[in-house]
C-alpha cells in the first residue's frame, strides 16, 4: 500500500492549509486513517484519525481548528487546518491501518511526509 500526501507548504499564522493523501495498492479495507505530525527535535503526535464508522479522535491541540474528513470512494483522508500557528510548523504523515483481505490483520502504513511550515 502507498500513502501519498500532499497540500504541505509555507502558510501565515492565522493561515488555512488542507491536506490530503490518497492510499493506492492492495486494499480490502481501511479500518482508519490518519494524520501524525512531527516537529524538529520534537516526538511524532497525533493530529488526528478518522474510522470508517467515521469516529474522529484529534489531538488537543487540533481541537476546533483542525477537521478530518475521508472519502471512501478514492481511499483519500483530508486534513483541512484552520487557525495556523507557528507551533503547528511540522512534517504531516499520514497513516492508514489497511486489511488485504478479509482474513487478514490490520497493516499500519506511512506516507512520506509533507512539511507545512507557519510563519509568524
Known amino acids: 500500500v502507498q500513502l501519498q500526501a500532499s497540500g504541505g507548504g509555507l502558510v501565515q499564522a492565522g493561515g488555512s492549509l488542507r491536506l490530503s493523501c490518497a492510499a493506492s495498492?492492495?486494499?480490502?479495507?481501511?479500518?482508519?486513517m490518519g494524520w501524525y505530525r512531527q516537529a524538529q527535535g520534537k516526538e511524532r503526535e497525533l493530529v488526528a484519525t478518522?474510522?470508517?464508522?467515521?469516529?474522529?479522535n484529534y489531538g488537543d491541540s487540533m481541537k476546533g481548528r483542525f477537521t478530518i474528513s475521508r472519502d471512501y470512494a478514492k481511499n483519500t483522508v483530508y486534513l483541512l487546518m484552520n487557525s495556523l500557528k507557528p507551533e503547528d510548523t511540522a512534517v504531516y504523515y499520514c497513516?492508514?491501518?489497511?486489511?488485504?483481505?478479509?482474513?487478514?490483520?490490520?497493516?499500519?502504513?506511512w506516507g512520506q511526509g509533507t512539511l507545512v511550515t507557519v510563519s509568524s
Open positions: 497513516n492508514s491501518e489497511t486489511m488485504h483481505n478479509a482474513y487478514d490483520v490490520s497493516h499500519d502504513y
Open positions: 495498492g492492495s486494499i480490502f479495507s481501511i479500518n482508519s
Open positions: 478518522i474510522t470508517s464508522s467515521d469516529s474522529t
